[in-house]
């Protein structure tokens, strides 16, 4: 799997270089060295990496994926290790579990410490039974741990630890705040595996985009996806469940959960909502799609679609270092709110409209997030800023403004759900604004959401996203795939 100085997948996969972890690590230590408090003798960073789990009781173990912050460190794909930076020497040493020689025939060869000091160049390596000794001999004076608040699970990220830790001193507060810093701003070697995760999912949603067609099961396209970007993009993990909406199944923003696993058949005349990444080396894109499952869209569905494209290009052409998130988030509901207008679904001032919050009553999910090694990225309030209390705007991921290197979803949406019609039209200040009958006609058609993934750049946007997004071109791609399949 590691060869020499980078990773890949062999075949035309993406070399990763284990340089980039390197350099997320000198970036660490630089803002360390930045800070008021700089790095004090003796300082010393230590991370836990994520912990192999069974399923529920059994001995049955799940696929492991690295923990965000620990791979972001050291890129190491096995569980149960943690790492180490020593700030004024600038080494990184790698603890490993010292597993019993009998793994061997289960596991094949263990890897001696050697093996990982060579495979992730980092300084050193021993078994996690050394902590306490190999920081003791540094002369280890304070340990710096990770802390701090998931503003989007509201969890709490768990500090290393081990036993005889409590002779140093422990700092949980330092780390995180400049940790998260990091992760926001991506580094050229982490925006190629972002721009190569988002061109194998891209070329995987046109490849289920040919060959989907009504009588066909939802999951069979979930199926379809996985197997593209697992063959071709060397993608194990997809970056989130697969949400792949026929219908008015479009409408609901979470299917193709355990409960509702994307198992209806597609019917001649839906409309189809497919949200999928793929996720490599654990950088993942999020990338979602909607066409009509028979390759045609009806005039209704045009109506839909092509808002939602007006809204997503507003926000293209808006996005530039500067700019708030928070006021992008309004120029999609503003441009959706004039497109619907036009259409005849809603009516009367725009300004009014958006001062009654009639936006979130299409679209009640925030415009779009940081995207990473997490697909939800940290950092989208890290900088303090407020959660607005205002339905929709509340939803949002991130509250900051955009900066080059910051990597971000653009995902407007339009939807039909009942629940929210029927309290809007039954709420004072907003069933002025709808005309009802027209809204009725539009029920049960689902959703559109399109998503991109996208580098803000110093004076604009990179798409990374490669999919087609006109009715022309969608079109046109569906009847090709139905001449070859
Ligand atoms: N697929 C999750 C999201 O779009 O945020
Ligand atoms: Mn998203
Ligand atoms: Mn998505």
Same mark, same amino acid.
């Given at each position: ?24 690590? +000198? =970036? *660490? ?10 790095? $004090?003798?003796?300082s010393?960073?230590? *991370? ?18 690295? +923990? ?17 930076i ?73 500090p ?9 001193r ?66 194990r993990?997809?970056a ?20 509702? $696993? ?18 490599y ?16 869209f ?18 293209f052409?808006?996005?530039? $270092? ?35 919050? *009639?936006? !979130? ?14 697909t ?16 929709g705007?509340?939803?949002? =991921? ?5 900066? !080059?290197?910051?990597?971000?979803t ?35 058609? #689902? #959703? ?24 022309? +071109? ?12």
């Amino acid at each position: 799997m590691q060869k020499g100085t980078s990773y890949s997948l062999g075949l035309e996969t993406h070399p990763v270089p284990m340089a980039m972890f390197r350099e997320n690590r +000198e =970036r *660490l230590i630089a803002r360390f060295e930045k800070s008021a408090e700089g790095t $004090p003798e003796g300082s010393v960073v230590l *991370l836990r990496g994520g912990k192999a789990k069974m399923r529920h009781e059994t001995d049955h173990e799940h696929l492991f994926r690295q +923990e965000s912050f620990f791979h972001w460190t050291f890129g190491v794909a096995d569980p149960d290790c943690f790492g180490a930076i020593d700030l004024k020497r600038r080494r990184a040493i790698l603890f490993i579990p010292r597993l019993p020689a009998e793994y061997a025939v289960w596991m094949g060869k263990i890897a001696s410490c050697e093996d990982y000091t060579a495979r992730y160049e980092v300084e050193e390596t021993y078994y996690v039974d050394e902590i306490d000794a190999v920081l003791s001999k540094l002369n280890t004076k304070i340990i710096y741990t990770l802390h701090g608040l998931n503003s989007d699970s509201g969890n709490y990220a768990k500090p290393a630890t081990f036993p005889g830790i409590e002779k140093y001193r422990v700092d949980n507060g330092r780390l995180w705040p400049e940790m998260v810093e990091c992760r926001v701003i991506k580094t050229p070697m982490e925006l190629d595996v972002l721009r190569y995760v988002c061109r194998v999912s891209s070329e995987a949603h046109v490849a289920v985009m040919k060959q989907c067609k009504p009588g066909m099961m939802e999951y069979q396209l979930e199926a379809l996806f996985q197997h593209e970007v697992y063959s071709r993009g060397g993608c194990r993990h997809v970056a989130y469940t697969c949400i792949c909406g026929s219908g008015h199944h479009g409408s609901i923003l979470h299917y193709g959960h355990a409960g509702a $696993p994307n198992d209806k058949q597609l019917a001649d005349g839906d409309l189809m909502l497919l949200d999928m990444g793929g996720e490599y080396q654990c950088y993942g894109a999020d990338i979602t799609c909607s066409y009509p499952a028979n390759g045609r869209f009806t005039e209704k569905q045009k109506v839909v679609y092509n808002t939602v494209l007006a809204a997503q290009q507003a926000v293209f052409a808006a996005m530039k $270092p500067g700019v708030a998130w928070m006021d992008m988030h309004a120029l999609a509901y503003r441009t959706t709110l004039q497109e619907l207008a036009r259409h005849g679904l809603v009516k009367g001032d725009v300004d009014a409209m958006m001062d009654a919050d *009639l936006g !979130a009553v299409f679209m009640p999910h925030g415009l779009g997030h940081f995207l990473g090694i997490d697909t939800h990225d940290v950092g989208g309030y890290s900088t303090g800023a407020e959660r607005s209390t205002r339905p929709g705007f509340r939803s949002l =991921r991130a509250n900051r403004s955009l900066e !080059a290197g910051m990597v971000l979803t653009v995902e407007p949406g339009v939807y039909f759900i009942d629940p929210l019609l029927d309290k809007a039209i039954a709420d004072d200040k907003q069933k002025q604004f709808i005309n009802v009958d027209k809204v009725n006609e539009f029920r049960g058609i #689902g #959703g559109v959401r399109l998503e991109d993934d996208v580098i803000v750049t110093a004076d604009g946007i990179e798409n990374m996203t490669k999919c087609p997004r006109t009715v022309e +071109e969608i079109e046109a791609i569906m009847a090709e795939g139905r001449k070859s399949h």
